[in-house]
């Protein structure tokens, strides 16, 4: 009973935290608040077994909870199989996270065979294909054993129908191939493996960033031999556009753009962030400049002006601060000190990386570990207002400076693979952006 009490608490903390979506005329986006189909398709053979079995209802409350439900928000579906698929849950159903809940603590054990193909495809019929909405649409299989019957084609067709679809596999008596079988590519990001039921507790947050990339980063960037999720802030302010001067960063054979003080690179931020932020990304920018004021190399502001989220060169002190929201005290700053930081000041090129999660900050200068700082949770970014580049703080005056790349990668496991291969002297991979 007492768990019980703290977990209503816990959800209601959640509901709390969102239940204001517009203040003032301005809307906040966040992956609380993106619109998505989730359809959760659950094992319920006799080798979960019963007390299993509320541990993974208690996994999807957890899941759930962090996301607005209703019909302009997710909307959750949940099907359990074993010899035939049971609809437990049909999607759109509940417009609040506590209907929600309370009809998956209604949801029993079934018991039986393993028979996940039929699963698949009993969603893709009697969920996905019934929803009205076309956006996102993402199934979770969770299973703990090999299938009883074909999954390869029925996986394949639902990828084909523009479902993505997550595989996490419990214990040892599930099969590799058959997971990556099931899971969208690549596997080492759709496919999870925990060892036992009481483990899946360890993949929640993974699994809550994985939705949120799923659902507020449709846009995909190419870097190196694949696609990465996320947005190319220089292509969604259409600076090749804008910009007329190209410029070749010397020794490298990558193009850049000369950014001077007639060019306004403004844009609104629903139409590059539509859906806001995930809670962790990483911030990508390569650029070299001579001002020695205060600038922005990033920021989105509120209809007021207000920044939710900023990057700014403090030239006067040779410093570097991000700005991002504060889910109690409406904004957070921190500024990066370290001896490192004052190399962005020496006029030539320089790439800047930004790794943040919802717990802190770590600044990254050409590759190299720099500096981090907590952070307190944050808020959805409202996106009615302006996302602009090269600005001076609390100013419309546009910076001169170059810049190369500009980028937000929805996944914080970019940040391990991300290079400064632009940078004269570490040059591995050249790219002509």
């Known amino acids: 009973m007492a768990k019980n009490i703290t977990f209503l608490q816990t959800v209601l903390m959640f509901l709390l935290?969102?239940?204001?979506?517009?203040?003032?005329?301005?809307?906040?986006?966040?992956?609380?608040?993106?619109p998505a189909d989730?359809?959760?398709?659950?094992?319920?053979?006799?080798?979960?077994?019963?007390?299993n079995f509320e541990i993974i209802k208690r996994w999807l409350f957890n899941i759930t909870s962090n996301f607005n439900i209703g019909p302009k928000f997710i909307q959750v579906g949940v099907v359990q199989y074993s010899d035939y698929p049971v609809l437990e849950i049909p999607l759109g159903f509940y417009d609040s996270n506590e209907n929600l809940i309370r009809e998956m603590a209604y949801v029993q054990y079934l018991g039986g065979n393993t028979r996940t193909g039929k699963a698949i495809q009993f969603a893709m019929d009697r969920l996905f294909a019934k929803s009205e909405r076309f956006l996102t649409r993402i199934a979770i299989v969770l299973t703990d054993g090999k299938s009883q019957d074909e999954v390869k084609e029925v996986a394949a067709e639902a990828r084909r129908n523009k479902i993505t679809l997550l595989a996490i596999g419990v214990g040892s008596?599930?099969?590799?191939?058959?997971?990556?079988?099931?899971?969208?590519?690549?596997s080492s990001t759709y496919v999870f493996h925990v060892e036992d039921y009481m483990a899946i507790s360890r993949?929640?947050?993974?699994?809550?960033?994985?939705?949120?990339?799923?659902?507020?980063c449709p846009t995909r960037i190419p870097v190196a031999s694949r696609d990465e999720k996320g947005f190319d802030i220089l292509l969604g302010l259409d600076v090749k556009k804008k910009v007329k001067k190209r410029i070749q960063i010397p020794s490298t054979n990558v193009k850049a753009y000369e950014i001077i003080s007639r060019v306004d690179l403004t844009e609104l931020t629903r139409n590059v962030f539509p859906e806001g932020l995930p809670p962790s990304y990483v911030f990508v920018s390569t650029q070299?400049?001579?001002?020695?004021?205060?600038?922005?190399?990033?920021?989105?502001?509120?209809?007021?002006?207000?920044?939710?989220?900023?990057?700014?060169?403090?030239?006067?002190?040779?410093?570097?601060?991000?700005?991002?929201?504060?889910?109690?005290?409406?904004?957070?700053?921190?500024?990066?000190?370290?001896?490192?930081?004052?190399?962005?000041?020496?006029q030539g090129w320089?790439?800047?990386?930004?790794?943040?999660?919802?717990?802190?900050?770590?600044?990254?200068?050409?590759?190299?570990e720099t500096e981090t700082k907590p952070l307190h949770p944050v808020a959805g970014i409202y996106i009615s207002g302006v996302t602009q580049i090269g600005k001076y703080t609390g100013k419309e005056e546009t910076v001169q400076f170059d810049v190369q790349k500009l980028r937000i990668y929805c996944s914080p496991e970019q940040n391990s693979r991300e290079t400064a291969c632009e940078i004269p002297g570490v040059v591995s991979i050249i790219e002509d952006y």
Not at 17 to 33: N, P, V
Not at 203 to 216: A, D
């Open 203 to 216: 993949i929640r947050e993974v699994i809550k960033q994985k939705l949120c990339e799923e659902s507020v």
């Open 38 to 51: 989730l359809v959760f398709i659950l094992d319920g053979s006799y080798s979960v077994g019963p007390e």
């Open 173 to 186: 008596e599930t099969e590799e191939d058959e997971l990556k079988a099931i899971a969208n590519k690549p």
């Open 288 to 346: 070299r400049f001579k001002v020695k004021k205060t600038w922005d190399l990033w920021r989105i502001l509120s209809q007021d002006g207000t920044p939710e989220i900023a990057v700014t060169v403090i030239g006067e002190k040779k410093t570097l601060s991000f700005t991002t929201t504060d889910l109690v005290n409406g904004s957070q700053v921190v500024t990066f000190t370290a001896p490192r930081v004052k190399t962005l000041f020496d």
């Open 17 to 34: 935290h969102a239940c204001i979506l517009a203040e003032g005329g301005d809307t906040r986006a966040s992956c609380r608040t993106a």
């Open 350 to 368: 320089h790439q800047i990386r930004l790794l943040v999660t919802e717990a802190d900050v770590t600044l990254y200068i050409d590759d190299q």
